[in-house]
């Protein structure tokens, strides 16, 4: 019986011959060749009659490089980025299989307008196209600065606000630190107490009522309790029952403040009268917008405040500044808010121009911003604006834009884009230095994140138009 395999040819001379150690550049392609075909197999028990062929020489023993860099001549294609870790620019190398490399032929490069992906940079946000353009890449820079604006005003929010103590409990004990009062404002006195929870200690304000002030408006008092945090706001604790420091100057209940004062507007104006501090121009401007700041956070809230008092406009130094800086301003007499009629928009406005008037009298030489605040305080009492246009106003007079920038079509887009800019500068410079950003950073912050060019629009219109 003859075997069902066809009959093999003998090799002829036109073989191909092995050499000692093959190398293959494929090894797909190379095991393809190795594999004898089915005439060539090796011979079974019921094919007796075929004749052996020569077995082909053994693999050589196949070693995985787990990684290998791509070489320069491919394409590149952004590694994914671990959880957690900030992405990083191209680094030309991924993780490749010994199968998936290939041999080293030279690879056509893929034209540009080939390329299998779309960014170049993920933190930038720029693509191949965008940096031929650069109103593209001018928009993303501009979109950085800015929300590199919004963290660093984040963080500095965070910083003054920080370290607030919790509403007092039935189980806090407190300690009395001076048994005279720290401050004395229009309508209250204030002494520094410690309120003891555990292990945790936090410094607060008594605030007693002076003999003889006038009765507190029950609305106002009220509004203040329900009020969240706010940076030029006084903020409470809760209410001490009487009997609870044996030891205190004072008799009944009182209430807590969260911030200590050290002194009032009408205490810093009788100092800055005998030091004649050069700067007092601008600590005039900054506590003016400070006010407006806490005006404006009532009126969103349909209050008014109906006398503006220096003597109850309390002073103290940001959290984690120095004492000699600007000082943070609170609005305390709360006492004297009233729910607003609302038609009395600009209620505010007379009063600010009022105070204005009586701080600028005490300004020694005529600048650009004691020009800039006289002209202020002569359109509030025109116009009566809101307490928010009030702010822009001062934040204008502050930071710009200047009186040159005034009318219709100027560009005040451009001027708020290199004024962000120049504040990251500001921000790296101080930083490289080892200076900690202060209560005037955060303010100039809190003004371009917000600052639109309808905004400056309207302020340089209330004060120049």
């Known amino acids: 019986m003859s075997s069902p395999d066809p009959p093999t040819e003998t090799p002829g001379f036109n073989a191909p011959t092995w050499p000692t150690q093959p190398m293959y550049s494929n090894l797909g392609e190379v095991r393809a060749h190795l594999l004898p075909s089915k005439a060539c197999r090796t011979p079974t028990s019921r094919s007796s009659s075929t004749v052996p062929q020569p077995l082909p020489p053994p693999l050589p023993k196949k070693t995985l490089a787990r990684a290998r860099s791509l070489p320069t001549h491919g394409v590149l294609s952004p590694s994914p980025t671990p959880a957690g870790q900030p992405p990083r620019p191209l680094t030309g190398s991924c993780s490749v299989d010994e199968s998936q490399a290939g041999g080293d032929e030279a690879r056509p490069a893929c034209p540009p307008a080939e390329l299998p992906f779309c960014s170049l940079d993920v933190e930038l946000g720029l693509s191949l196209h965008d940096l031929h353009c650069p109103e593209a890449v001018h928009a993303v820079l501009a979109a950085q600065q800015l929300e590199g604006l919004r963290t660093v005003h984040s963080r500095l929010r965070a910083r003054f606000l920080g370290g607030r103590p919790g509403p007092c409990r039935p189980h806090h004990s407190f300690r009395l630190l001076d048994s005279l009062p720290c401050v004395k404002s229009g309508d209250s006195l204030y002494y520094r107490i410690v309120q003891v929870d555990k292990e945790a200690w936090h410094v607060l304000a008594a605030k007693v009522p002076k003999p003889g002030a006038k009765e507190p408006h029950p609305w106002g008092l ?69 006010l407006s700041r806490a005006l404006e956070h009532l009126e969103a809230r349909g209050a008014t405040l109906t006398e503006l008092r220096p003597e109850n406009l309390l002073l103290m130094a940001p959290r984690g500044c120095a004492a000699s800086g600007h000082q943070r301003l609170l609005l305390a007499d709360f006492g004297r808010v009233h729910s607003r009629p609302s038609e009395a928009l600009g209620a505010h406005a007379l009063q600010l121009g009022r105070l204005l008037r009586t701080l600028l009298d005490r300004v020694p030489l005529v600048t650009p911003l004691t020009a800039g605040l006289e002209r202020l305080a002569a359109q509030l009492a025109r116009v009566q604006p809101s307490a928010t246009l009030m702010r822009r106003a001062l934040q204008a007079l502050l930071w710009g834009p200047g009186y040159e920038l005034r009318g219709r079509g100027t560009p005040l887009g451009p001027w708020l884009q290199v004024r962000r800019a120049l504040l990251v500068l500001h921000f790296a410079q101080r930083a490289a230095a080892g200076e900690v950003p202060g209560l005037e950073d955060w303010l100039c912050c809190e003004y371009l994140v917000e600052a639109t060019e309808a905004s400056m629009g309207h302020a340089l219109e209330l004060l120049w138009g």
């Open 222 to 290: 009220e509004l203040q309790a329900s009020l969240p945090p706010h940076f030029n706001l006084q903020g409470l604790c809760g209410q001490m029952p009487e009997g609870a420091l044996p030891e205190a100057p004072w008799i009944g209940p009182v209430v807590l403040a969260a911030e200590v004062p050290e002194r009032t507007v009408a205490q810093w104006l009788v100092e800055a009268d005998a030091q004649r501090p050069p700067d007092f121009a601008w600590a005039v401007a900054l506590m003016l917008l400070q």
